[in-house]
């Protein structure tokens, strides 16, 4: 088994595991990120609903709160760090739509507690104008609380970016790695995983749903947090135009929440139903998804079942409720020296920026020394994007390379050029590729592109079929050659 | 072949796109272009390597191959142009086309004509619903049958079938004389989704359990499917407490229903039928927008190739016509009105100026039941299902009848005694 | 006496028919068909039960790895599952045009396997 040493080890590859990377690699420090998936962001941050927000939603902007304060610090710094990572990001504006008369003092009160705060631009739209902004939605609103900050990202790409641009400046990722034991030795810990051990003087634990886990390894007890599912469902792509805002209602019934958002890529996501949870249980209930539906049918009356293309049970972890649930981990351990946890619950992404400042901050005041890396590059180069480009660009670029003029994927018209990208930058596996490039993401959820994609993702890693997997581990796709089972061997 | 001459395009190359392509060359259209996405003509017939194909329209029971090539060299012979491995990515509402391929790049293209024979897809495990995780080994019943036989692997070794659509029972058939373990084929409905010949020669014959009214109502497994809990359903489709059982399964297939592809159509402007998905269509297959025609499983999902590609024939007829003329006569158009117990009726309108074919499914199944189209025809069924298309052939004569007067005709399919 | 259900596929009412045999084998009663074209189905399918066998075999230097294939005459539904057995041993090559025989006399019953399809290197 392989031996490695280095300064900081980073648990967990999901948004804040990437960030904090990133983070680091401004300065001359070694570096590993561990993730124990076959790719980056697969835990909570690809369960995210895309929002880039500013908590008034949930959080109700309170100040008493460090996460709330971690998302204020986040909204102005996720526009330009898009920017510098090529990530789409695109500023909707939320509308939190009022009901009664009871729902317009509640929103009164938001407004006023966000101005105090110093969160500007929130304004009320009277019925009118919000059928004029959002014709589809629901009759029964009679204004809404318009708060134009609110943006839309794509979390999984993100962290991507994240994590590309960090290894661009010398942080060193190992996927498919899983953190099995960590002991403590003097000004050291050994941590062992299932790709070998790693010594480091450091430690940020941002293992997602597994946070607790990891901290429990070396003793540290300094938080509990309770698993939490929520159910999100994706529209088809015919609906994306049906609304311009991320819109919000009151939801009727405690522990829901009531969002229907569009996403970068023009599909519009709905979020509902937020209920504990069995740690490691993802599946979604027929029950969950008849509430879902419920709740975005307030929103949108018209909806049919049959626009859903998929849906998913989003995952985040809460903590108790003597600290507030609202309350997150981002902190330095009592008992242990030199670990940071952090775990935001939602909303993770949006509050992503800051986090990694703060744990970058939270590492120097555990003894980190940190130098200024004067080759640190900010840029990171999204590759192309073949159906976000003009005729001109696609034409250009199928005569470079052939390859992109080979559509693989028809509901999202992704090209065999795409897919080899991806696989270069790393993507070993189906749901690799889907994510970075949305082959399998539009309406026919994979049913032409899967057996391509498994051709190339074949050649190109030099493995045969049945080796390749959906999302890595015991995830193959293929079991059997046709034949084998009659006992034919070939 | 300059691409700027092109009179006839037709998108798809399946047993409707050439059938058309072939019509429209036959009818006096000089050049005929196919633009097919595959590295060959042909599109699914390929991988339906089973029998039960012709029958009407050869007289004889070919394999889908063998269908495939009588059409293959027909479309060869009469020096129809072909672009293989051609994506059409745009259409717009004036007939202008873009579609990009390897070798030329982008294309770009004014076709006098278009014929949409882009066939169906399979409806997905996202669009059911279907509760649980999200573990490997979920597939599409058609995708199966390409890995299967084409691509050369079996998804896995114990599989559960949802649905009990004609894909669904061919690859149950198909899968045990592979020598996988089929433990069940589910079926929401009180019958069977697919042809009754399908029924009983692929599940029967193979001892395969069928359960009818029933539905999968979670799916376990974190990384691959290990389990599958299916339940039986009341009459609303809700499955019904107490009845779960699980079903240990390391593959799902789902056969649950086809939908025809409909980017183009909507990317052109074209007027949907907004139960089918197809475009809206006269008898001459002709949609909403002038000079684009459409054929077989685009326009509404058929029982059987040989009314797929007789279908595709009168929108290669048509597009032929509308190339050399520029345009086509249009007439004061007659509306089909759904009536009782109709889902479905295409053509969506009709001029009444000539011999017309109605493709017409049920909503529910009855048995004793007389179809009315209007007062000019009525027939008898012992049985109308909705998984059974039924075939209904006016003449121009009986159209004539209706002289002008009436602006809509009413389908209905009434209880008999 | 010996019974026989049939489930008669002639529309798409699927009627559940039963045959009596007396101890001749001969059928002496039907029921549950609801017309003449089902009994005649029904009769035909209890004398003599064929299906249509088709299927792939693998194949050498293509770039295609399988090659469908079909029966020139139909098999009796009890020979299918050993029909699939012993074409999963076979193996063909390039080139092959649909209708060539690449098997003949199947289990020694006379029947022969056939290309449904052309093989090219």
Not at chain 2, 118 to 135: A, D, F, N, V, W
Not at chain 2, 276 to 293: K, N, Y
């Amino acid at each position: 088994m392989a031996q490695m040493e280095t300064e900081v080890l980073i648990i967990g590859g999901g948004v804040l595991g990437a960030v904090v990377a990133r983070e680091l690699s401004h300065y001359k420090v070694d570096v590993i990120l561990v993730e124990k998936e076959a790719d980056f962001g697969w835990g909570s941050t690809k369960t995210n609903m895309c929002i880039v927000c500013q908590g008034g939603d949930t959080l109700e902007f309170r100040p008493e709160y460090h996460r709330s304060k971690l998302v204020w610090e986040s909204m102005p710094l996720m526009e330009p760090l898009c920017r510098e990572l090529d990530v789409p990001f695109k500023r909707v504006g939320e509308l939190a739509l009022i009901r009664n008369n009871e729902e317009f003092s509640k929103f009164q009160k938001l407004k006023s507690k966000a101005e105090k705060l110093g969160l500007t631009g929130h304004q009320f739209i009277d019925q009118d104008n919000l059928r004029q902004m959002e014709p589809n939605v629901t009759r029964e609103a009679i204004a809404a609380l318009y708060d134009p900050n609110i943006a839309i990202v794509d979390p999984v790409r993100l962290t991507i970016a994240l994590i590309e641009n960090a290894s661009q400046n010398g942080v060193k990722v190992m996927r498919e790695t899983e953190v099995l034991n960590i002991s403590q030795k003097v000004n050291q810990f050994e941590v062992e995983t299932n790709r070998g051990s790693i010594q480091c003087r450091f430690i940020v634990n941002a293992a997602g749903t597994s946070v607790e886990k990891i901290a429990r390894l070396v003793n540290s007890d300094d938080f509990v947090l309770y698993p939490i599912k929520g159910y999100v469902g994706i529209l088809d792509k015919n609906l994306g135009d049906l609304i311009k805002h991320e819109i919000h209602m009151r939801p009727d019934a405690p522990g829901q929440m009531n969002i229907l958002t569009p996403s970068v890529h023009g599909n519009l996501f709905f979020g509902t139903t937020m209920q504990p949870a069995r740690r490691g249980d993802y599946s979604t209930t027929r029950r969950i998804a008849q509430i879902g539906f419920e709740n975005v049918r307030k929103i949108i009356p018209d909806l049919s079942e049959k626009d859903i293309i998929h849906s998913f049970a989003g995952y985040l972890m809460f903590r108790n409720w003597e600290v507030g649930w609202h309350e997150c981990v981002v902190q330095a351990s009592r008992k242990v020296p030199r670990l940071i946890s952090i775990c935001i619950g939602y909303p993770g992404v949006s509050a992503a920026p800051a986090t990694g400042r703060e744990v970058v901050e939270l590492l120097r005041r555990e003894g980190l020394k940190l130098e200024a890396n004067s080759k640190f590059n900010p840029i990171r180069k999204a590759s192309s994007v073949f159906n976000q480009l003009s005729n001109e660009q696609q034409k250009e670029l199928i005569s470079k390379d052939s390859r992109y003029g080979h559509v693989v994927c028809r509901c999202e018209t992704v090209t065999e050029g795409e897919v080899v990208a991806a696989v270069h930058s790393e993507a070993t596996t189906l749901d690799g590729i889907k994510f970075r490039t949305r082959a399998g993401m539009g309406r026919c959820q994979g049913g032409f592109c899967t057996p391509r994609v498994v051709n190339i993702l074949s050649r190109e890693l030099g493995l045969p079929e049945e080796k390749i997997t959906k999302k890595g581990r015991d995830s193959r796709l293929l079991l059997y050659k046709t034949k084998q089972l009659l006992g034919e061997e070939r | 072949m300059k691409f700027s001459e092109v009179d006839v395009a037709v998108i798809g190359s399946g047993p409707a796109g050439m059938a058309a392509a072939i019509k429209a060359r036959e009818e006096g259209a000089e050049h005929v272009l196919i633009l097919e996405r595959q590295e060959q003509l042909g599109g699914l017939l390929h991988q339906c390597v089973h029998s039960g194909f012709g029958l009407l329209y050869f007289g004889q029971d070919l394999t889908g191959p063998e269908y495939a090539h009588r059409f293959i060299e027909k479309v060869r012979d009469l020096g129809i142009e072909i672009l293989l491995e051609t994506m059409v990515t745009q259409l717009s509402g004036d007939r202008k086309l873009t579609a990009i391929n390897r070798y030329e790049g982008m294309i770009h293209l004014h076709p006098k004509s278009v014929v949409l024979a882009m066939g169906c897809r399979e409806r997905s495990r996202g669009q059911l619903s279907i509760p649980g995780t999200r573990p490997a080994g979920i597939f599409t019943a058609g995708t199966a049958q390409r890995l299967v036989n084409v691509e050369g692997f079996i998804p896995g070794k114990k599989v559960v079938i949802l649905g009990s659509g004609d894909i669904g029972m061919i690859m149950a058939r198909r899968l045990t004389l592979e020598g996988v373990e089929v433990k069940a084929v589910i079926e929401i409905l009180p019958y069977v989704g697919g042809l009754i010949r399908n029924e009983v020669q692929c599940l029967h014959d193979f001892d395969i359990p069928l359960l009818l009214e029933h539905t999968v109502t979670q799916i376990h497994g974190e990384q691959r499917v290990e389990a599958v809990t299916i339940a039986k359903v009341d009459k609303h489709k809700r499955p019904i407490d107490g009845t779960e059982q699980v079903v240990e399964c390391d593959t799902l297939l789902l056969s649950v229903g086809l939908i025809p592809e409909n980017e183009l159509s909507r990317m052109a402007g074209i007027t949907l039928d907004p139960l089918i998905g197809g475009p809206l269509v006269d008898e001459r297959r002709e949609t909403s927008v002038p000079g684009v025609f459409a054929g077989g499983n685009v326009v509404h999902v058929h029982d059987i190739v040989d009314d797929v590609s007789w279908e595709a024939e009168i929108a290669g007829s048509w597009a032929a016509k509308f190339s050399q003329k520029g345009d086509l006569e249009r007439k004061e158009k007659i509306t089909l009105k759904p009536g009782r117990n109709i889902r479905s009726i295409v053509p969506q309108t009709i001029s009444g100026q000539s011999d017309v074919t109605f493709y017409i499914r049920v909503k529910e199944m009855e048995e004793k039941v007389q179809l009315k189209v209007g007062d000019l025809y009525q027939r008898s069924f012992r049985v109308a299902k909705p998984s059974e298309m039924i075939k209904v052939d006016l003449p121009v004569k009986e159209l004539k009848k209706l002289d002008g007067r009436e602006s809509e005709l009413n389908v209905e399919c009434e209880k008999g005694e | 006496m010996v019974e026989e259900k049939i489930v008669c596929i002639g529309c798409p009412l699927g009627c559940e028919t039963t045959l009596k045999m007396d101890d001749q084998g001969e059928v002496v009663k039907i029921t549950g068909t609801k017309c003449k074209e089902g009994r005649k189905y029904v009769l035909e399918e209890h004398r003599s039960p064929v299906r249509v066998f088709t299927a792939t075999v693998l194949t050498q230097n293509s770039v295609r790895p399988l090659l469908p294939v079909r029966t020139n005459r139909p098999l009796l539904k009890t020979q299918l599952k050993e029909a699939a057995k012993v074409l999963s041993k076979v193996k063909v090559q390039p080139p092959l045009r649909m209708g060539q025989i690449i098997l003949p006399n199947l289990m020694n019953i006379g029947v022969d396997v056939v290309a449904t399809d052309d093989l090219v290197l």
